[in-house]
């Protein structure tokens, strides 16, 4: 069972347009929601996160967006850059509801973004 | 600050054998978790320790195991390999046993485990 839903599976895009990436959940009890950035012979790293008690964070050229009812979050990438080019991950756990004791991140599959000069 | 690392970067084993990975985290962090990456799969979750106890598994078989120890390394193993365990597999840090908004896991760059 697939409980982050990620798409596309790849993106291609102009230097300065903007990349859309959107994922979706489906275990309600999910409060975590980050983005990773994962370059080619290097492990993922966090880019943002989110909480599900705000509908939109921005930092820097990346906004993550929320929508609590639809079960789905978007990461929008600004002004996009070749250096932007690498694969993004949506991830999602749940903290609130596991005591302390769950820390396991559950993945979307990853979008491979290309960002042509 | 040096980051998470491990070792070896790359490892070529022969279907049956075992294999032992190690991940150093980054100084003073005392959580760590791992995860299997693959082009078909994606990344996942394999398990946590968190002082020197496992907290959390994820649905492997059981050839999949792991430990850390008082310094906080950890190293996971894998007996009688399959030839679908060819994967990067990931190691990831935290300083407080948790994921919290902005800071989260550092992973490390990965061992990538070949099986012929």
């Known amino acids: ?117 | 600050k040096a980051g998470v690392t491990q070792t070896p970067r790359y490892l070529i084993k022969t279907r049956g054998q075992q294999v032992t990975l190690s991940c150093s985290p980054i100084s003073g962090h005392r959580s760590v978790s791992w995860y299997q990456q693959t082009p078909g799969q994606g990344l996942q979750f394999l398990f946590e320790y968190f002082s020197e106890t496992q907290r959390n598994k994820g649905n492997f078989p059981g050839r999949f195991s792991g430990r850390q120890f008082s310094n906080s390394r950890s190293e996971m193993n894998v007996s009688t390999l399959e030839l679908g365990d060819s994967a990067l597999y990931l190691c990831a840090s935290s300083l407080v046993g948790g994921l919290q908004l902005n800071y989260g896991y550092t992973f490390g760059s990965g061992t990538r485990l070949t099986v012929v």
């Open chain 1, 1 to 117: 069972q697939q409980q982050v839903k990620q798409s596309p599976q790849s993106l291609i895009v102009q230097k300065g347009g903007i990349s859309i990436i959107n994922c979706a959940y489906e275990n309600t009890a999910f409060d975590y929601f980050p983005w990773y950035q994962q370059f080619p012979g290097k492990g993922p790293a966090l880019l943002i996160a989110i909480r599900p008690d705000v509908s939109e964070k921005k930092e820097g050229r990346f906004t993550i967006s929320f929508n609590k009812s639809a079960k789905q979050f978007s990461l929008h990438i600004m002004d996009s850059q070749p250096g932007d080019s690498a694969t993004y991950f949506c991830a999602a756990s749940s903290l609130a509801n596991s005591g302390g004791s769950n820390y396991k991140l559950t993945f979307g599959k990853g979008t491979l973004l290309t960002v042509n000069p």
